[in-house]
């Protein structure tokens, strides 16, 4: 008989938190019939052996190079046996009972291409962890200088879902991937993780493409994953590989003119936005340190810092590959 559910984790550097993750998951406790496959991209933290002498149990494929995550992910998939597949961040802590409901919800209602629990921070807060699909003007304000000026904040929001109730479920448009769960015959139909997604944002091309194809996308309040979120990134420029990745999405789903067209004004507007952050900032961290205000002048210098940081390096390696 299939197992219900086959879990698959990629893993970059994240040897300790993967091991949490990984006992929330041991035998006997997730309440259904579940296969566990870790992919560790290459990870030099001692990761994959880690999972060897301590998850025997555990389905391993150690990378000998950073494959992304899209890429990483597909690559379980071609072994998972499970009714569905369940993509789940290594920083995560799955609630007893969570896979469960995941599963019950996709074995109740066909027309559901994809769903996923709420996800909450370390002290019990939930995460936003839904989106609309952006539009242009949403993603104008959250990163050019017409933030400061609050034009086209509405459009901002409701991309965010900043009003959404979190204790009810509720159809979406996306989900974010530290916990998204997707029937295997779904995944057949719609494709897996598009992996020009190196990594950021292949959820929600995902959940484009299950509503292209006529499936609904479910929040279930009812499971519950803890998420600490961003260790992976640590390693690596993250900045960097979420706009290759934004931009990639506008060129997929806009077109490729229409898309080039949009990631140029986005890069031409974040350029001018910490252009005139950097100074500003500059001058109130110095100001406030003066005036003894470390705190709130340490928090300007970083702001500065990473105007700083963009416009002489991450800003120019965004631009320097076409996704």
């Given at each position: 008989m299939l197992p219900d559910l086959s879990v698959i984790i990629v893993a970059y550097h994240c040897r300790d938190e993967l091991a949490a993750c990984l006992q929330s998951l041991a035998p006997g406790r997730v309440?259904?019939?579940a296969e566990v496959f870790v992919v560790d991209n290459a990870s030099r933290d001692g990761t994959a052996e880690m999972v060897r002498e301590r998850f025997g149990w555990v389905h391993l494929v150690a990378n000998a190079e950073n494959r992304g995550f899209a890429a990483?992910?597909?690559q379980a998939i071609v072994s998972a046996t499970g009714r569905h597949v369940l993509f789940l961040n290594p920083d995560t802590a799955v609630s007893e009972g969570a896979l469960e409901t995941l599963v019950r919800t996709l074995d109740g209602d066909p027309?559901?291409?994809a769903c996923g629990p709420r996800i909450v921070n370390p002290d019990g807060t939930p995460q936003h962890s839904l989106r609309?699909?952006?539009?242009?003007t949403a993603l104008l304000h959250q990163y050019t200088i017409l933030r400061a000026v609050r034009?086209?904040?509405?459009a901002y929001r409701r991309y965010k879902m900043a009003n959404f109730t979190w204790e009810r479920p509720a159809d979406v448009d996306c989900l974010m991937g530290a916990a998204l769960c997707v029937p295997r015959e779904v995944l057949s139909r719609v494709g897996t993780l598009d992996e020009r997604f190196f990594v950021y944002l292949e959820e929600m091309d995902l959940c484009r493409r299950l509503a292209n194809a006529g499936y609904r996308v479910r929040f279930v309040p009812g499971a519950e994953v803890t998420h600490i979120g961003g260790v992976s990134a640590k390693s690596g420029p993250a900045t960097v590989y979420f706009f290759r990745s934004l931009f990639a999405y506008l060129r997929k789903h806009r077109g490729r003119a229409v898309g080039s067209l949009?990631?140029?004004t986005l890069m031409a507007g974040m350029f001018l936005r910490h252009m005139i952050l950097f100074p500003a900032n500059a001058l109130a961290g110095l100001f406030l340190l003066v005036l003894a205000q470390r705190t709130a002048s340490a928090?300007?210098?970083?702001?500065?810092?990473?105007?700083?940081r963009f416009l002489v390096r991450d800003g120019w390696l965004m631009m320097l590959k076409n996704p």
């Amino acid at each position: 008989m299939l197992p219900d559910l086959s879990v698959i984790i990629v893993a970059y550097h994240c040897r300790d938190e993967l091991a949490a993750c990984l006992q929330s998951l041991a035998p006997g406790r997730v309440g259904v019939s579940a296969e566990v496959f870790v992919v560790d991209n290459a990870s030099r933290d001692g990761t994959a052996e880690m999972v060897r002498e301590r998850f025997g149990w555990v389905h391993l494929v150690a990378n000998a190079e950073n494959r992304g995550f899209a890429a990483a992910n597909n690559q379980a998939i071609v072994s998972a046996t499970g009714r569905h597949v369940l993509f789940l961040n290594p920083d995560t802590a799955v609630s007893e009972g969570a896979l469960e409901t995941l599963v019950r919800t996709l074995d109740g209602d066909p027309t559901i291409g994809a769903c996923g629990p709420r996800i909450v921070n370390p002290d019990g807060t939930p995460q936003h962890s839904l989106r609309r699909f952006p539009t242009f003007t949403a993603l104008l304000h959250q990163y050019t200088i017409l933030r400061a000026v609050r034009l086209f904040k509405p459009a901002y929001r409701r991309y965010k879902m900043a009003n959404f109730t979190w204790e009810r479920p509720a159809d979406v448009d996306c989900l974010m991937g530290a916990a998204l769960c997707v029937p295997r015959e779904v995944l057949s139909r719609v494709g897996t993780l598009d992996e020009r997604f190196f990594v950021y944002l292949e959820e929600m091309d995902l959940c484009r493409r299950l509503a292209n194809a006529g499936y609904r996308v479910r929040f279930v309040p009812g499971a519950e994953v803890t998420h600490i979120g961003g260790v992976s990134a640590k390693s690596g420029p993250a900045t960097v590989y979420f706009f290759r990745s934004l931009f990639a999405y506008l060129r997929k789903h806009r077109g490729r003119a229409v898309g080039s067209l949009m990631a140029a004004t986005l890069m031409a507007g974040m350029f001018l936005r910490h252009m005139i952050l950097f100074p500003a900032n500059a001058l109130a961290g110095l100001f406030l340190l003066v005036l003894a205000q470390r705190t709130a002048s340490a928090r300007h210098i970083e702001r500065a810092y990473g105007s700083a940081r963009f416009l002489v390096r991450d800003g120019w390696l965004m631009m320097l590959k076409n996704p």
